[in-house]
């Protein structure tokens, strides 16, 4: 069954703190893995991954995927207390398929 | 325990027709949220229900739109005379109470307007 994991479940760093967020994921006919970042509302998009070994940067987030190891990291560097939000993964399936299949999240708690 | 389900995965219509679609949330779960994804954009919050309840709408187009969460069965999300703008992703999430609660999604349902 198809399914995507991610860890930790929950994360409290103090402000300026480096934190690494981890997705694994099973999913047959992989197309891509998206990163997004929810607060209050609508997850806001961060990164989408295709390709393995190459790293997206976005100001103090990175985020990079290792399709023969089937994981992606988020790395936040030097983190701050607006960073606090739950960090969501998901992974698109078959390419006529398109389904998506989202993880739990990651909350990340920034206190000053 | 079954996750948040949505069907139908995939729902073709011609301009002017309804689309209906469908989230079961998870088990004991009583707060439903759908989200639209554009392709190429994020995930925009259209409408968030609690059981007989919309709770917050803000996010939902004002005409031909519509949602609804009855006491029992699904959450429905229904368009009215869908245009060929209406083709999106559709995704629901549920949790067990209001604020930072985790929501857990459904796979989404495609849809495409001819």
């Known amino acids: 069954e198809d399914k995507v994991v991610q860890s930790p479940l929950s994360l409290v760093v103090h402000e300026g703190d480096t934190v690494t967020l981890n997705c694994s994921y099973e999913?047959?006919?992989?197309?891509?893995l998206l990163w997004y970042k929810q607060e209050k509302k609508a997850p806001t998009f961060l990164f989408m991954l295709t390709s393995s070994g190459i790293e997206k940067k976005s100001g103090r987030l990175s985020s990079i995927l290792d399709k023969k190891e089937l994981f992606s990291i988020l790395n936040i560097t030097a983190t701050q207390t607006g960073d606090s939000a739950v960090y969501l993964c998901a992974v698109e399936g078959p390419c006529t398929g398109n389904q998506f299949y989202f993880g739990t999240g990651t909350s990340l708690t920034v206190i000053p | 325990n079954a996750g948040v389900m949505q069907n139908p995965r995939h729902l073709v219509r011609r301009r002017g027709q309804e689309a209906r679609l469908r989230c079961s949330p998870m088990k004991g779960h009583s707060h439903v949220y759908w989200y639209r994804q554009l392709p190429e954009e994020g995930l925009k919050f259209m409408v968030y229900l609690q059981k007989e309840n919309i709770i917050d709408e803000s996010g939902m187009p004002k005409e031909r739109f519509s949602a609804e969460f009855p006491k029992e069965g699904p959450s429905i999300l229904r368009i009215q005379q869908v245009v060929r703008g209406d083709s999106a992703a559709y995704f629901c999430?549920?949790?067990?109470?209001?604020?930072?609660?985790?929501?857990?999604f459904g796979p989404g349902t495609r849809l495409l307007v001819l």
């Open positions: 999430a549920s949790s067990h109470d209001r604020g930072q609660e985790t929501q857990y």
């Open positions: 999913v047959t006919n992989f197309r891509s």
